[in-house]
């Protein structure tokens, strides 16, 4: 497979798109893709000027439709380990990216997709998507950190039960649960998605950032450690020009121009 199964691209000044390009297997995730997916991650990563990620793939039917299933067929379990362990990496290594990562999902989210899917910071879906972890009908559990991800997003009960039934779910079932900001109607997708990334991206890049470092802690600490953290991230934003910008700006009554500030 060439390179291309992912691609990365900027869009707009502060967003950028990551786009997964394997619609002949309705996008699902093989080794080759996993690694590509990191490789433009990690650059990224580095890209200063972001403040956005959308994480999207090609053709209308299935945003992700899970793990290469053909690619696990004869697996060993020390294959299927490190298949596994290469899958979280990648997903934590997205789940960490400094600026905000949201996952348009216009179809299919299923195993491995809908768990890609979680590791964004958000996601919004269209009408036409459809969500579930069917591994236990393949004798599977979720690998690429779903268990994990979803018990966070849904409870452990609703998550225990998308885990066992692998039933599939409609936008608006995932959308009252809480697993979904958005649902979009299926022609809107993409302009809604873009609009809300430019909305993000309008705002203070440095302050956007600290945002997530801070809301993702709450995840990970509990009480006083999180209040500790956010308070360093909070008197940090002080520290650049762009608080002063920031605001000066509405002190002068004018809009503030934050893209231009060397970061
Ligand atoms: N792996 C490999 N190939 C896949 C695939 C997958 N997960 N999902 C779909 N494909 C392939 C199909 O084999 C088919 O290829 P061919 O044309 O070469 O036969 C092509 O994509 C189109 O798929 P369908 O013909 O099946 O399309 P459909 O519209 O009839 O059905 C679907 C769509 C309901 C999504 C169905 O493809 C499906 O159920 N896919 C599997 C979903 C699934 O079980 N995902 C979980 C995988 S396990 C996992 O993810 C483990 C983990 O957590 C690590």
Request: aromatic share 8%; proline share 2%.
């Amino acid at each position: 497979m060439s390179t291309s199964c992912v691609q990365a691209f900027e869009l707009r000044a502060g967003v950028v798109v990551c786009e997964i390009n394997r619609p002949d297997a309705l996008n699902a995730l093989n080794t080759e893709v996993l690694h590509e997916l990191l490789r433009q991650v990690e650059s990224v990563k580095c890209n200063d000027s972001a403040s956005v990620v959308i994480l999207r793939s090609v053709g209308d039917k299935a945003f992700v439709a899970g793990a290469d299933i053909k690619e696990m067929l004869n697996y060993s379990t020390d294959q299927a380990f490190r298949f596994s362990s290469l899958g979280q990496s990648v997903f934590s290594a997205l789940s960490d990216l400094p600026q905000v990562v949201i996952a348009q999902v216009q179809g299919f989210a299923l195993g491995g997709g809908l768990e890609l899917a979680l590791a964004a910071d958000f996601i919004i879906a269209s009408q036409k998507a459809k969500f579930g972890l069917p591994e236990v009908g393949l004798g599977l559990i979720p690998g690429f950190g779903g268990t994990q991800r979803l018990v966070k997003r849904l409870g452990f009960a609703k998550a225990l039960e998308w885990m066992t039934s692998a039933e599939r779910y409609s936008a608006e079932v995932a959308y009252q649960l809480g697993l979904l900001n958005r649902v979009l109607e299926h022609e809107q997708l993409s302009t809604g998605v873009e609009a809300l990334a430019q909305t993000i991206a309008a705002q203070g890049p440095r302050a956007v950032r600290a945002a997530k470092r801070a809301a993702r802690a709450a995840e990970s600490s509990h009480g006083q450690l999180g209040f500790e953290f956010e308070a360093q991230l909070f008197s940090s934003c002080f520290a650049g020009a762009e608080a002063r910008e920031g605001l000066s700006a509405f002190v002068e009554k004018r809009k503030p121009e934050f893209r231009s500030i060397e970061r």
